[in-house]
């Protein structure tokens, strides 16, 4: 799959104009979206037990296909699942170490505490690549190839098992549809620091069994500000005419919201998802 994007820095104060400006261009209310991120130094494709068992399944051949795209070498991954804001704890004020603690229940106890057990979590596999060199097609947008495989067979946090180090966080905003662009509205939440032993685990943490207050996280830029990224994936990216449309796409709602809203193309090197 083939990914297309602009990106705009949208100041705190100017978070409310434009989910205006959204709803309007799109016709739709923007939706209210909270993701959990579990980001992954890599260490080899990950292959799980069931896939290895069911070469069959879709599951099973989009790991394939993902192991083929990497080529062996060592990129950041994520699980991404989605969650809602009731499955955060109460907001007691800011999480102290025996907040974490307790979010390092079990699941059985987590899931009895705040209603949110990690072992039924819905996962998404997803890898981005490093955008693409550019060339006069995709000069005025950030163009790349990526990977998005739904954990159905399995568990997401058992297929990773084998990866490297983990960095979890949180991704919150607003989502809306314009056509067949993808405006996503966020900014990043970070989890408060782990105790000194997890710190110096080897292995990297392991993912909270529940969370702490969404509040309580905190906010990776501190000026409170967004990210909007407006983006278009095709199917097969492989066509120049499919390409040549979705850039196409992408100017015009640039122009549209011109003077409002600066899209550009994000920096190349500041996306790029290789261990180094």
Known sequence: MH???????????????????????????????????????????????????????????????????????????????????????????????????DAEMTGQEAASASGYDIDEQQWSLR????????????????????????????????????????????LEGHQAIHNNIILHLFRIRRFPKRSQSQAASNSGPSPLKRLPPLKSLRLLDPSGGYILQASIRLQDGGKPESISLGVDELKQFKELTKGVIELDAGERLALDTRVK
Do not use: C, W
């Open 3 to 101: 990914e297309l994007s602009l990106f705009s820095q949208v100041a705190l104060a100017r978070h409310d104009l434009v989910l205006r400006i959204l709803a309007g261009v799109s016709g739709m209310q923007p939706e209210r979206t909270i993701e959990r991120h579990l980001l992954y130094k890599s260490r080899r494709t990950p292959a799980s037990k069931t896939a290895q068992s069911n070469p069959q399944t879709l599951q099973s051949q989009q790991i394939q296909a993902l192991r083929a795209q990497l080529k062996g070498e060592p990129y950041y991954l994520k699980l991404i699942g989605a969650v809602d804001e009731q499955d955060f704890g109460e907001d007691g004020g800011t999480s102290t170490p025996r907040d974490l603690e």
């Open 127 to 170: 890898f981005s690549d490093l955008p693409d060199v550019p060339v006069a097609a995709t000069r005025s947008v950030t163009s790349r190839m990526i990977s998005i495989v739904d954990i159905t067979d399995g568990n997401g946090l058992d297929l990773m098992a084998e990866q490297g180090n983990m960095y979890e966080y949180v």
